[in-house]
């Protein structure tokens, strides 16, 4: 089988065994190829809306925020880590940290929230 361009069409080339002649016989002809080219552009948009709903879903509200930082005392270093909802709530204690009690090496981690054993986001919540 082949896609004859010119013609928008899909066909293959039989071998007649009576006559050893190849015959051109169509498949598909230009109307039917347009009807699967359209079905085949909704499924890429409906994909395209599903990824980035999935996408939104996994880094958006099914998300935590790891603020990581490192204090210091008489006894050495402790590296420390805290967990947010929010991304703005992290960075705002992490910088107090810093400022406040000298933290060093702070950073704020996104990181997906699993919900069962198999450690799975759920995505269609």
């Given at each position: 089988m082949y896609f004859d361009?010119?013609?928008?069409?899909?066909?293959?080339?039989?071998?007649?065994?009576?006559?050893?002649?190849p015959i051109d016989?169509?498949?598909?002809?230009?109307?039917r190829v347009k009807a699967i080219e359209m079905v085949i552009d909704h499924y890429k948009e409906e994909n395209k809306k599903l990824t980035a709903?999935?996408?939104?879903?996994?880094?958006?509200?099914?998300?935590?925020?790891?603020?990581?930082y490192t204090t210091h005392d008489d006894y050495g270093s402790l590296?420390?880590?805290?967990?947010?909802?929010?991304?703005?709530?992290a960075w705002v204690f992490v910088l107090?940290?810093?400022?406040?009690?000298?933290?060093?090496?702070?950073?704020?981690?996104?990181?997906?929230?699993y919900y069962d054993k198999d450690r799975t986001v759920n995505v269609t919540a």
């Open positions: 361009e010119e013609r928008n069409e899909v066909r293959t080339e039989d071998c007649d065994f009576r006559s050893l002649t016989r169509l498949v598909l002809n230009s109307e709903d999935t996408h939104c879903q996994i880094y958006g509200r099914d998300s935590v925020y790891i603020a990581e590296r420390q880590q805290d967990v947010f909802a929010n991304e703005e709530d107090e940290q810093r400022d406040v009690e000298g933290a060093t090496d702070i950073s704020v981690k996104r990181r997906p929230v």
